[in-house]
């Protein structure tokens, strides 16, 4: 197949994280990869100073996009003067006719409204639950006139939007080759993600404060003042922030955890960072809620406790080492690793085409 995989406009696509690589620009460079080792032709189109030294990027011009806005359901959709996402979107209309379909990996207003008005498919592999008013709008309009051309991480993530039915379920992957099995860990437990409050952070360290295990934290420093609050409340607690690596770095330090703690307030559309872990050997200890819930077996792969419940968080901590760490490593091989992925989209792409 010909395919033309869309970037996000927020950010250049940088195969990176130190340089700015999101977890939808992870996984679009993730998906082009396996595509192309399956021999599909595949073509990417992201912002001016996208970089990779593999996958061909068709580099387009303009104003990156606002970062996502606060969820204002009567809220407008901005596209700046120039708009990077006007012009990536206008070069996709005008080449369309070379591929096969095209395979958007943004969550912005104007792709989900051009959709009915391409005549290739246009595919969209949603990335988040339900939360701004303009998108969510444009998404149930999709899923009414070009039934079929909707993807989702998980059906928790579906379920929040009006018509849930609508999503293809395609859950999400990693490249398995870069993440090292470690069948003897340390005595640290892990918390990642984006240092800012809908993540959670304050209930790993107020347990790490509590019981006294050692608390190893990754991620993005999103908020300073969050991190400060945490620093000036909990002065004592056993913790350390690692900072925010690349995944070599980061699994190499992910690999000697006892487990990874999953404490978002939100609901997650998928949790990369949980296969990823997996992945390790790593079992996960994560709220039932969100994307997470149905990535760890409870009691095979991690334990799933009730959301906002530390008293819960302690025990399941108190039962880690029940946890096999080999049945974590073969979750990651069957369920998402990038052949599986692959297998689940080519059968999509292939309903959508023919």
């Not at 990077?84 to 369309?96: E, F, I, K, S």
Request: proline share 7%; with cysteine.
């Amino acid at each position: 197949m010909k395919l033309m995989l869309v970037s996000s406009p927020i950010v250049p696509i940088h195969y990176n994280p130190l340089e700015g690589v999101g977890g939808s620009e992870l996984n679009l460079c993730n998906i082009a990869q396996e595509m192309m080792r399956r021999k599909h032709q595949v073509q990417i189109v992201a912002p001016t100073g996208s970089t990779d030294k593999v996958l061909p990027i068709k580099q387009v011009e303009g104003e990156l996009q606002p970062c996502i806005p606060t969820a204002e359901q009567g809220g407008p959709a901005i596209v700046p003067n120039n708009a990077v996402l006007a012009n990536m979107w206008d070069y996709v209309r005008q080449v369309q006719g070379d591929y096969d379909l095209i395979f958007n990996f943004s969550h912005e207003w104007l792709p989900f409204y051009l959709s009915p008005f391409f005549s290739r498919p246009l595919l969209h592999y949603v990335c988040i639950g339900a939360a701004i008013g303009v998108i969510d709008r444009q998404i149930e309009q999709v899923a009414s006139l070009c039934p079929g051309t909707l993807g989702a991480h998980t059906r928790t993530q579906a379920a929040t939007y009006s018509r849930p039915e609508a999503f293809r379920i395609l859950g999400g992957a990693i490249d398995l080759s870069q993440y090292d099995f470690c069948p003897e860990p340390g005595d640290s437990f892990a918390w990642a993600g984006r240092i800012t409050a809908k993540k959670g952070l304050e209930d790993a360290v107020i347990v790490a404060n509590t019981t006294g295990i050692k608390l190893k934290i990754f991620g993005f420093m999103q908020d300073r003042e969050y991190w400060q609050w945490l620093c000036d409340n909990y002065p004592n607690a056993p913790i350390e922030y690692m900072g925010f690596l690349p995944t070599k770095d980061f699994q190499s330090e992910l690999r000697k955890c006892r487990a990874l703690l999953m404490t978002h307030k939100w609901v997650e559309a998928f949790g990369l960072v949980a296969p990823e872990a997996l992945a390790c050997g790593v079992p996960v200890i994560s709220y039932r809620r969100g994307g997470p819930k149905e990535i760890v077996v409870d009691g095979q792969t991690g334990w799933l406790v009730e959301p906002d419940n530390l008293d819960e968080l302690v025990g399941a901590i108190e039962r880690i080492d029940q946890i096999d760490r080999h049945q974590c490593r073969q979750r990651a091989e069957t369920e998402y690793s990038l052949p599986a992925l692959g297998d689940r989209l080519e059968q999509w792409f292939k309903d959508v085409l023919y």
